[in-house]
């Protein structure tokens, strides 16, 4: 395998044993980086090692410091932080086992592909993949990577498994202190209604190749055009249409819904409704002189 494994060690389940490999399952994507330049040179700004009082120091100087008092550090060479003796360094333990949806989505915080380390794990590997298929568990336990130590979960995918990391719970908000002023009501059922239709309406199965990042896109064309008029005047675009959605009161929201419902490339469904609304608008048209005549 081309790629360079994250952390290499051993999953274990009670006395069993099964050498893995794990990769990072992500990468990063199209992104536009900028430097600090200084602009009467149009030099880059560059940063030094400074020590108040002394200057400019080598890297080789440096150590890392933990601060007990105020400017008193307890310092600690990289060495000594790397020999902390810590189990799950090697060894990822499946120390309990529950259902998938129990874990909160707030929690999860970066996946990482799990492979057998050789032949030999394959085996036991296939056995324990198809035995979290099956009672629809997910695997939980704890791993040391680059420095910290971590909450894991282990589940099925495809004929390997997928480790997503885990938050520890001091590290999630509880959602309640954001959540408890929003009122606990039932929405009307018109409005529910045509939500729904809404979201029918724009269903479909999961690509995340419909989606690409158009901030980037419009920063290249941004930086394309400043290169071209070589720097001369700012370029700034107002996309702002100045409408304000925090006015909008129950019968705005059943318009806008109704009229999101109606645009182009709406379901059978939606389509089939439009003209049956239009249709008694011009029965009463026609029924009026008939009326005054009586």
Known sequence: MAARAYWQGQIRLALVSIPV?????????AQVAFHQVHEPSGKRIKYEKVVPG????????IMKGFEVEKGEYVLLDQ????????????????????DAHEIDVLYYEK????????????????VLREALKRTKKV?????????REYVVSLKPCGRGMVLETLRYADEVHK??????????AEPDADLLGLAESLIDKKSAKFDPATFHDRYVDALKGLIARKQKQKGKRKIIEDSDSGDDARGSNVVDLMAALKKSLEKPGGSAKSAS??????????????????????
């Not at 002394?54 to 890297?59: C, E, H, K, N, V």
């Not at 003796?85 to 529950?98: A, I, N, P, R, Y």
Request: glycine share 6%.
């Open 139 to 147: 695997g939980l336990g704890q791993l040391a990577m680059r420095g």
């Open 111 to 126: 996946p990482y592909f799990v492979v057998p380390a050789d032949d030999l794990a394959e085996e036991a590997f296939v």
């Open 273 to 294: 409704k439009a003209p049956a609304k239009k249709a008694p608008a011009k029965k009463p048209a026609a029924k009026a002189p008939a009326r005054k005549r009586a």
């Open 79 to 98: 060495d000594e932080i790397d020999a902390v003796k810590l189990e799950s360094k090697k060894t990822l333990e499946l120390t309990q086992f529950v």
């Open 21 to 29: 490999e794990i990769y990072s399952a992500t990468k990063s994507g």
């Open 175 to 184: 959602a309640q202190g954001y959540f408890r002023d929003i009122p606990d």
């Open 54 to 61: 002394i200057g400019p120091i080598d890297t080789d100087e």
